[in-house]
């Protein structure tokens, strides 16, 4: 892969501007000088992330090492040093690993496919509703799975699809099929704690810099109606955007033949199944299971599902369980781990070092704004960057500053970290927002303009019903408000 002069500045600009931030010779006015530090480290890091100057996953070891080289790393948060290592293996972290092997025991014994199949073969042969069912069937995937992995396999039925129709992508229906399996699969992916490594990153930072600890059911409460509102919003739009009713399609079925040729469940996916099942009502029962059994946490539950699907047997004769060590070190997203744990490292930093206080207090002219009005700003202006930037980094960055500026304001951190959280999810404009959007644009059967139109829309709608969503159904059913 070429290395773009983009990445060369990048890697010798982060350092740069660390240095030249810690040996200004005032200072930071408002920053102490363990602030100057650890801003001039975050510094460096968006730097690195936003040119990917190093892989995403490097930059976020640079807590560790970054934080050596400028004296700033250690054990203990003290007056000299901040403690850089301990969120690498934050409980949030572990629950993580144990998401990861939940989706490769899914994939293995191809769950997920049938899932998929049956719910596009439910909705019928008319034009919008087969654009439905793809989208349907892609957000319930995401809601368990990476989105990378819902659209990895929705994409080439949705292609084989267009195939076997003799469509082109000069057709509406082709256009609008190929953009919701991209933007189903984030819109899906904000529905649970699980559906995204972004969304488990900012209940770890939630909890590291204001101690509330959100549950599976906590975030069900406020992700869900979301995706249920947004979704078919979006696909209708979507729909009436490219005409998509106008297309002819024939006979479709191919969706039928590709269910028929899965045959009957294997035991292994029969067992799959369960375990899935057992994995959801574990994660939403878990406040009720906490009262009777209080030592066992969303993150303690994650690891006994990892640890028990080396121990189910599906074949035990042969020695074959539900998972293997091969299948889970291949299907576990390692730079997700390190980068979760580097999110986290950067959120506490922001807060042990003063930088959230900090920045607060210059975005406290928003103390006059109404609370509505807060939350649509950080919606818009999160939504903007997440094209550009990788949610993780925009989630780690925003949060610790959005903490200290509840405080400041007087209002419900809940609400504003929620928005930013959400709002980091709206990257459906271009190929760089979300690794979804790359693997449709490459499909070849949407263009630039097409992402772009289409992902502009689905942004301003997400924006203008998430503070809906937020004061009509979240505040009223969570007791997080």
Not at 142 to 165: E, G, W
Not at 187 to 211: D, F, H, R, Y
Not at 364 to 377: E, M
Request: charged share 10%; proline share 5%; net charge positive.
């Amino acid at each position: 892969m070429e290395f773009k002069l983009s990445q060369k500045i990048g890697l010798f600009l982060g350092p740069i501007a660390a240095i030249i931030l810690c040996i200004l010779p005032s200072g930071i006015p408002g920053l102490a000088p363990i602030g100057v530090k650890a801003l001039a480290l975050t510094l460096w890091m968006v730097i690195w992330w936003v040119t990917s100057a190093l892989p995403i996953w490097v930059t976020a070891l640079l807590p560790i090492a970054g934080s050596i080289v400028l004296n700033l790393a250690g054990m203990e948060v003290t007056e000299e040093g901040v403690n850089a290592y301990g969120s690498y293996a934050a409980p949030v972290t572990m629950m993580c690993l144990g998401v990861f092997v939940l989706g490769a025991v899914i994939e293995k014994w191809n769950l997920h496919r049938r899932i998929a199949l049956s719910i596009i073969n439910m909705v019928g042969g008319r034009p919008s509703m087969i654009v439905f069912g793809f989208g349907l069937a892609t957000a319930v995937i995401s809601m368990f799975m990476s989105n990378t992995t819902a659209v990895a396999m929705l994409l080439p039925i949705a292609i084989a699809l267009i195939s076997q129709l003799g469509l082109t992508k000069k057709d509406g229906f082709s256009v609008g099929l190929i953009l919701i399996v991209a933007y189903a699969a984030s819109i899906g992916g904000m529905a649970t704690l699980i559906g995204s490594g972004t969304n488990l990153s900012a209940v770890g930072l939630i909890k590291e810099l204001t101690g509330i600890s959100m549950s599976f059911t906590d975030w069900l409460i406020i992700g869900l109606p979301f995706t249920i509102v947004l979704l078919p919003l979006a696909t209708l739009l979507i729909c009436k955007m490219f005409k998509v009713g106008q297309t002819d399609l024939g006979d479709t079925k191919v969706i039928r033949e590709e269910l028929k040729a899965l045959g009957k469940m294997s035991k292994g996916e029969k067992i799959s199944t369960v375990y899935l099942l057992v994995a959801i009502l574990g994660f939403a029962l878990n406040d009720q299971v906490a009262r009777l059994l209080p030592f066992i946490s969303n993150e303690g539950f994650a690891i006994v599902l990892l640890v028990a699907s080396f121990v189910i047997p599906v074949n035990w004769k042969k020695g074959e369980f539900l998972m293997d060590s091969k299948t889970a070190l291949e299907k576990t997203s390692w730079s997700t781990f390190i980068l979760l744990g580097g999110a986290l490292t950067l959120g506490g930093i922001f807060k042990n070092a003063g930088i959230a206080a900090w920045i607060a207090e210059g975005l406290g002219f928003l103390a006059s704004w109404p609370p509505i009005l807060i939350i649509i700003f950080l919606c818009v202006v999160v939504a903007i960057l997440t094209e550009v930037v990788s949610n993780f980094v925009v989630v780690a960055a925003f949060l610790p500053a959005i903490s200290g500026l509840a405080v400041t304001i007087g209002m419900n951190p809940m609400f504003l970290m929620m928005a930013v959280s959400l709002s980091a999810s709206f990257a459906f404009m271009l190929p760089t927002g979300t690794p979804p959007n790359a693997l449709v644009f490459g499909s070849g059967y949407i263009e630039m303009k097409d992402l772009m139109k289409g992902g502009f829309v689905v942004k301003v709608l997400g924006i203008v019903i998430f503070p809906v969503i937020m004061y009509a159904v979240a505040a009223p059913l969570s007791p997080l408000f």
